[in-house]
């Protein structure tokens, strides 16, 4: 036989018939398991699981009071301290000088100091005057005067070494404050409308409720090792102050017609590299169960949240696979034991969300909303404010949800002489647009993720702005404030993908060959609000990127062109999805 014939022979696949043969069918891989545990067990899938089952992150506190604060940073075990710390607010802070450039080329133990960044955990952002002095003191004597206001109503420290953890704990909880699961694999600080219990629209109080979820399930080792991190927003208030559409749990007060007041019930929002709004399971939610509904929700997430990869241990990617008809039929039929009732969705805003400016209380008595500048502050000035409020007559005020401050109780014929006395501190409760509107998250100066500076980039901005479009603000053009918010790396702490202009951090190319801390630009996200009826993602336009020397520039032109050619009636976040790319560079 010839080598052609052999050739032939080797690839005729006819039969006697001359018909081929039908193909062996083809067998698909196994999918691998997500790590669900009512799925497929909890035999740990990853190293991070293995150490959270081993010895779970809320056992750290007795070492460090014990150990670590004694014996000092070298003596920490390498699982505590990048692991179950986290359990107790801590985590280590970026050594300074590292350029943003090598945050993605060091390794963690290259990146960190030997100091430590302190989140206090605040509930429904509620403080009293005594214990924001507190705050205040541990920052100065501990914290190197440093004080942030996050946007999810917490305050952080920094320069906190272990060897002052546990006095810090100490006066924290003489006071009734803790940093109990401030971060880690938990339910994280519960967001609560900042003008609860006090405002005359209120729908529903929910602070018996975020002190019932505190009280119950903060420090419980039944729900102290969920898949990641877990957030909650609750609010009464018809401005949905809390973000709700970003969080993993939330409720937004509404009116049921025949059942009265109680929530509207969403879940599986977040952002991050891979951002998804919430979704409304369409119930309603009576304040009588919503402790209850709370912990269905937490312990759906607990048990069928997807534990094999960190990339997608987040409830939305269960959402995102379950639908909400799946996940409504589970929480009723495996948690609640019980249907829950048909519910609409809260009307759209009336006001503003961040509370910004004097307003009065149902009581008579007046509440201020006050702006520093991109949430920094310091111990100094909490302490001077603390006694600046009690020299009013006011004792209590709240964090809110948007880096700012909400004082309450003021007596009517204190509200201007307390307004001049905080603009003296830096707080103003008639700021700029742009000061009202900016937030930025830690950045480089402390975040061992970062990769640009964000706190002194937002305040020269904020500056340049004010000076630079003034003339279109005393024209009156220009009258809604329009959200910047600046991240330091792709994480969105500082939620770039629902403002207004979103700026997440990067290193860009130069001219020379080098590189520069530079954004990629994201326009036209927003959540609820007065002037928006539903949230949605901001639009990212390929190439559109703008070095931080450059970012007042940029954010002048392009409100100058949404000035110059928007619509009667036109957000800028409309704009910004209708224009031409060729208008947005």
Same mark, same amino acid.
């Given at each position: 036989?010839?080598?052609?014939?052999?050739?032939?022979?080797?690839?005729?696949?006819?039969?006697?018939?001359?018909?081929?043969?039908?193909?062996?069918?083809?067998?698909?891989?196994?999918?691998?398991?997500?790590?669900?545990?009512?799925?497929?067990?909890?035999?740990?899938?990853?190293?991070?699981?293995?150490?959270?089952?081993?010895?779970?992150?809320?056992?750290?506190?007795?070492?460090?009071?014990?150990?670590?604060?004694?014996?000092?940073?070298?003596?920490?075990?390498?699982?505590?301290?990048?692991?179950?710390?986290?359990?107790?607010?801590?985590?280590?802070?970026?050594?300074?000088?590292?350029?943003?450039?090598?945050? $993605?080329?060091?390794?963690?133990?290259?990146?960190?100091?030997?100091?430590?960044?302190?989140?206090?955990?605040?509930?429904?952002?509620?403080?009293?005057?005594?214990?924001?002095?507190?705050?205040?003191?541990?920052?100065?004597?501990?914290?190197?005067?440093?004080?942030?206001?996050?946007?999810?109503?917490?305050?952080?420290?920094?320069?906190?070494?272990?060897?002052?953890?546990?006095?810090?704990?100490?006066?924290?909880?003489?006071?009734?404050?803790?940093?109990?699961?401030?971060?880690?694999?938990?339910?994280?600080?519960?967001?609560?409308?900042?003008?609860?219990?006090?405002?005359?629209?209120?729908?529903?109080?929910?602070?018996?409720?975020?002190?019932?979820?505190?009280?119950?399930?903060?420090?419980?080792?039944?729900?102290?090792?969920?898949?990641?991190?877990?957030?909650?927003?609750?609010?009464?208030?018809?401005?949905?102050?809390?973000?709700?559409?970003?969080?993993?749990?939330?409720?937004?007060?509404?009116?049921?017609?025949?059942?009265?007041?109680?929530?509207?019930?969403?879940?599986?929002?977040?952002?991050?590299?891979?951002?998804?709004?919430?979704?409304?399971?369409?119930?309603?939610?009576?304040?009588?169960?919503?402790?209850?509904?709370?912990?269905?929700?937490?312990?759906?997430?607990?048990?069928?949240?997807?534990?094999?990869?960190?990339?997608?241990?987040?409830?939305?990617?269960?959402?995102?696979?379950?639908?909400?008809?799946?996940?409504?039929?589970?929480?009723?039929?495996?948690?609640?034991?019980?249907?829950?009732?048909?519910?609409?969705?809260?009307?759209?805003?009336?006001?503003?969300?961040?509370?910004?400016?004097?307003?009065?209380?149902?009581?008579?008595?007046?509440?201020?909303?006050? $702006?520093?500048?991109?949430?920094?502050?310091?111990?100094?000035?909490?302490?001077?404010?603390?006694?600046?409020?009690?020299?009013?007559?006011?004792?209590?005020?709240?964090?809110?949800?948007?880096?700012?401050?909400?004082?309450?109780?003021?007596?009517?014929?204190?509200?201007?002489?307390?307004?001049?006395?905080?603009?003296?501190?830096?707080?103003?409760?008639?700021?700029?647009?742009?000061?009202?509107?900016?937030?930025?998250?830690?950045?480089?100066?402390?975040?061992?993720?970062?990769?640009?500076?964000?706190?002194?980039?937002?305040?020269?901005?904020?500056?340049?702005?004010?000076?630079?479009? $003034?003339?279109?603000?005393?024209?009156?053009?220009?009258?809604?404030?329009?959200?910047?918010?600046?991240?330091?790396?792709?994480?969105?702490?500082?939620?770039?993908?629902?403002?207004?202009?979103?700026?997440?951090?990067?290193?860009?190319?130069?001219?020379?060959?080098?590189?520069?801390?530079?954004?990629?630009?994201?326009?036209?996200?927003?959540?609820?609000?007065?002037?928006?009826?539903?949230?949605?993602?901001?639009?990212?336009?390929?190439?559109?990127?703008?070095?931080?020397?450059?970012?007042?520039?940029?954010?002048?032109?392009?409100?100058?062109?949404?000035?110059?050619?928007?619509?009667?009636?036109?957000?800028?976040?409309?704009?910004?999805?209708?224009?031409?790319?060729?208008?947005?560079?």
């Amino acid at each position: 036989m010839t080598q052609t014939a052999l050739a032939g022979a080797a690839t005729d696949t006819t039969d006697a018939h001359g018909a081929a043969p039908a193909r062996p069918a083809r067998t698909r891989p196994a999918a691998k398991p997500h790590g669900q545990w009512k799925i497929d067990g909890t035999a740990p899938l990853n190293a991070n699981e293995a150490w959270k089952q081993d010895d779970g992150g809320l056992s750290v506190r007795e070492r460090i009071e014990n150990i670590y604060s004694k014996q000092g940073f070298d003596s920490i075990e390498g699982t505590d301290l990048h692991g179950r710390f986290r359990w107790w607010g801590l985590y280590t802070q970026r050594k300074q000088g590292i350029d943003g450039g090598k945050t $993605a080329t060091l390794e963690p133990h290259e990146l960190e100091d030997k100091y430590f960044m302190l989140r206090v955990r605040i509930d429904g952002g509620a403080l009293t005057t005594e214990q924001l002095r507190v705050i205040g003191q541990l920052s100065t004597e501990f914290g190197r005067d440093s004080a942030d206001l996050t946007d999810r109503q917490n305050v952080q420290l920094h320069w906190v070494r272990v060897e002052d953890v546990p006095e810090i704990w100490n006066r924290l909880e003489a006071a009734g404050l803790s940093t109990t699961e401030a971060c880690g694999d938990v339910p994280r600080v519960i967001l609560g409308s900042p003008v609860a219990g006090i405002a005359k629209d209120e729908i529903i109080d929910p602070t018996p409720l975020i002190h019932e979820l505190s009280a119950r399930f903060i420090g419980d080792p039944e729900l102290a090792n969920l898949p990641r991190k877990y957030k909650t927003a609750i609010t009464g208030h018809p401005s949905q102050d809390v973000v709700h559409e970003i969080n993993d749990f939330a409720l937004v007060g509404v009116v049921h017609p025949e059942l009265g007041a109680g929530y509207d019930l969403w879940v599986g929002g977040g952002l991050s590299t891979n951002p998804r709004l919430a979704e409304r399971l369409g119930v309603f939610v009576s304040p009588d169960i919503a402790a209850e509904v709370w912990l269905g929700v937490t312990s759906i997430f607990r048990d069928y949240g997807y534990r094999r990869m960190r990339t997608k241990a987040r409830l939305k990617f269960l959402l995102n696979d379950w639908g909400t008809a799946k996940f409504r039929q589970i929480l009723e039929d495996e948690y609640l034991g019980h249907k829950l009732p048909d519910g609409d969705a809260a009307p759209k805003p009336t006001s503003p969300g961040d509370h910004i400016g004097v307003h009065e209380q149902k009581d008579g008595k007046f509440f201020i909303g006050v $702006a520093p500048t991109v949430g920094r502050v310091s111990g100094t000035i909490l302490s001077k404010l603390a006694d600046t409020l009690e020299a009013h007559g006011s004792y209590r005020l709240r964090t809110t949800p948007h880096q700012k401050l909400v004082i309450l109780d003021v007596p009517k014929d204190e509200v201007e002489p307390l307004i001049v006395a905080m603009d003296a501190l830096g707080l103003s409760a008639r700021p700029s647009l742009f000061r009202r509107s900016t937030i930025a998250c830690t950045g480089i100066e402390y975040c061992k993720l970062a990769i640009v500076n964000t706190k002194d980039t937002a305040a020269h901005a904020i500056t340049e702005l004010e000076r630079r479009l $003034a003339d279109l603000v005393d024209s009156g053009e220009l009258t809604q404030p329009i959200a910047l918010n600046i991240n330091g790396c792709p994480n969105s702490c500082a939620r770039i993908q629902t403002a207004d202009i979103g700026l997440k951090g990067m290193m860009l190319p130069t001219d020379d060959g080098g590189t520069a801390p530079g954004f990629q630009v994201h326009l036209g996200g927003g959540l609820a609000t007065d002037n928006r009826a539903e949230a949605g993602l901001g639009r990212t336009i390929r190439g559109l990127k703008v070095t931080a020397a450059d970012l007042p520039d940029y954010v002048e032109r392009v409100i100058r062109v949404y000035i110059a050619h928007r619509e009667s009636g036109e957000t800028f976040a409309e704009f910004a999805h209708r224009a031409d790319e060729g208008l947005l560079q």
